[in-house]
């Protein structure tokens, strides 16, 4: 799986989108993209990029209580939206770059029966592996110098949590540019279910989704939980 603070009032779940407040975020022409989705060219790239960067930047701002209280309430909104995690492996993520945290949260699934798994980068262009973990296991320093297990098993999720940069209404997700969840969830044998992660400001118009991007199905913010529209 973000922006600015938005000390608004909780909005009703599916309505978490503010108005676009600049021209690139309504206007594909911004950088020459197609009225549509179109093959993955530079324009769409840097277009990404610049959006990626506006996004993160904002996240950044977000100062240290604000962000607990969005954790907060993220983490009861992710209790609601996956449900009982007894016998479940779930996947969730070690905080980077201002991500809400929720280590707090997954060690809430490991008292309800759950299991907790890390994904960890093995290799550029590669898929993901999911590592399962819980706390006091070692951990080492992986990609970006997130700390991944050393040693877990590893696992095929039955529910990713999949931190967002961006997220737009059909679930698609921005993140980092790298590919690494895409890449991952197309060759796991069974589909898990995909729940986006991020802050309420982090919902944009349109990714300009791709074919091989993958839709989450449900994004969870401070704001609601909202199922993407189709």
Not at 217 to 229: Q, R, S
């Amino acid at each position: 799986m973000a922006a600015a603070a938005n000390e608004s009032e909780e909005q009703a779940p599916g309505e978490c989108f503010s108005a676009p407040c600049s021209m690139h975020e309504v206007d594909p022409a911004y950088v020459g993209l197609p009225d549509g989705a179109g093959r993955p060219d530079d324009n769409l790239k840097r277009w990404r990029k610049i959006e990626r960067e506006r996004l993160l930047a904002s996240r950044m701002t977000l100062n240290q209580q604000t962000r607990a209280q969005y954790e907060e309430k993220i983490a009861a909104k992710l209790h609601d939206a996956i449900g009982d995690p007894r016998d479940l492996t779930v996947s969730v993520y070690w905080p980077f770059k201002g991500e809400p945290d929720l280590r707090v949260w997954m060690g809430q699934v490991l008292a309800r029966g759950g299991r907790a798994a890390l994904p960890v980068v093995v290799g550029k262009a590669q898929p993901l592996v999911f590592r399962l973990w819980a706390r006091g296991e070692p951990l080492e320093r992986g990609v970006w110098n997130i700390p991944v297990p050393s040693k877990g098993a590893p696992v095929e999720p039955d529910i990713v949590i999949a931190p967002v940069v961006g997220f737009d209404r059909a679930g698609f997700r921005l993140g980092y540019g790298g590919g690494f969840y895409d890449r991952t969830l197309a060759v796991l044998a069974k589909r898990p279910r995909i729940v986006g992660v991020g802050y309420a400001q982090a919902a944009i118009a349109t990714i300009y989704p791709q074919p091989h991007d993958i839709p989450m199905d449900v994004v969870v913010t401070e704001a609601g939980v909202m199922l993407p529209e189709r």
